[in-house]
Structures are given as structure tokens and as C-alpha cells.
């Protein structure tokens, strides 16, 4: 669980990390139905890591929702040295599937909180027709109890006479 502040809100996430082992998909399936924001997550030093992010992108488009917001992401930029896959190929990927895209290092945390507050805003852009709706109604139900607890101190003030309890 992360609290980000986005836009002056404070937004909770929870992070699930399904360690990207094919050997869970089975399980990762049933994590989709009420995800909001996916990360697709490669290694640079691994072309094997990013051939496989067409196969869980596929499990993503087949299994969560409709509105989920992905992120496609290319870990371990300090490794410079051994990287297998281009940066280039990893955007290339990213726009093919409509994803914005991230170079990121867990170990120096390099782009960690941008990437996350990416995802962030683009899961609250995506349900914000639902929040602003959810604002309105809790608005209109709040204005709805001040007014009849208005109404209903005002009438038992005015024909009840005062009592003390003690």
C-alpha cells in the first residue's frame, strides 16, 4: 500500500507483484478482473524478458478490464553495459500498444515514483467521470442530511419546550 498525492488528492494504491514468473499466470489471471493500472515490466539485459511482454500484454487485454491503464516498463537502466534490448525497441512496443513508456532502475530507484505517479494519474483521468459522479451524489446526500437536520433542530426548537436530562 503507497499513498501518492495527485492534483492535491490523496490517491491509496495497492501494488501487487506477480514477479513476472510464468509459472504463476494461473494465479496473476485472477488479479486482472479488478485492476485499475498495470505495469508491464521488462529486463533491459534480457531480450527473452521483452519477448514475453507480448504474451502478458495479451493476458492483460483478455482478462482485466476494459478502462485498466498500462505502462510499459524497461528496469535495470543502470546496467547500461549488458543491456540486450534498445530503448528504442521498448517505445517502439509501447506505442504499438497504446502505453506510455519508462526506463526505470529499482537499485538506484531511477523514474520508480514517476512511473508510479504516471499510472496514477492516468487510472484517475480514465475514472474521473465516475469520481466527479461520486463527488456530486456525496454532495447532494450531504446537502440533503444539513437540510433536514436544519429542518428538524428549527421544528423541535420551536414546539418543544427545553428539558434537562440531570
Not at 505495469?39 to 495479451?58: C, G, N, P
Not at 531511477?110 to 456530486?136: C, H, P
Amino acid at each position: 500500500m503507497k499513498t501518492l498525492e495527485i492534483d492535491g488528492i490523496k490517491v491509496r494504491i495497492q501494488i501487487w507483484d506477480t514477479a513476472g514468473q510464468e509459472r504463476y499466470q494461473t494465479i496473476t489471471k485472477q488479479y486482472y478482473r479488478r485492476a485499475q493500472g498495470i505495469f508491464l515490466v521488462y529486463d533491459i539485459t534480457s531480450e527473452r524478458s521483452f519477448q514475453h511482454i507480448m504474451k502478458w500484454a495479451s493476458d492483460v487485454d483478455e482478462y482485466a478490464p476494459n478502462k485498466v491503464q498500462k505502462i510499459l516498463i524497461g528496469n535495470k537502466s543502470d546496467e547500461e553495459q549488458k543491456r540486450q534490448v534498445p530503448k528504442m525497441q521498448g517505445d517502439k512496443l509501447a506505442k504499438t500498444y497504446g502505453m506510455d513508456f519508462f526506463e526505470t532502475s529499482a537499485c538506484t530507484n531511477y523514474n520508480i515514483k514517476e512511473s508510479f505517479t504516471r499510472l496514477t494519474e492516468l487510472v484517475l483521468q480514465a475514472n474521473r467521470k465516475d469520481l466527479d459522479g461520486l463527488r456530486v451524489s456525496i454532495n447532494e446526500d450531504l446537502g440533503i442530511a444539513n437540510l433536514e437536520d436544519e429542518e428538524g433542530q428549527s421544528d423541535s426548537t420551536a414546539n418543544t419546550p427545553k428539558s434537562c436530562w440531570c
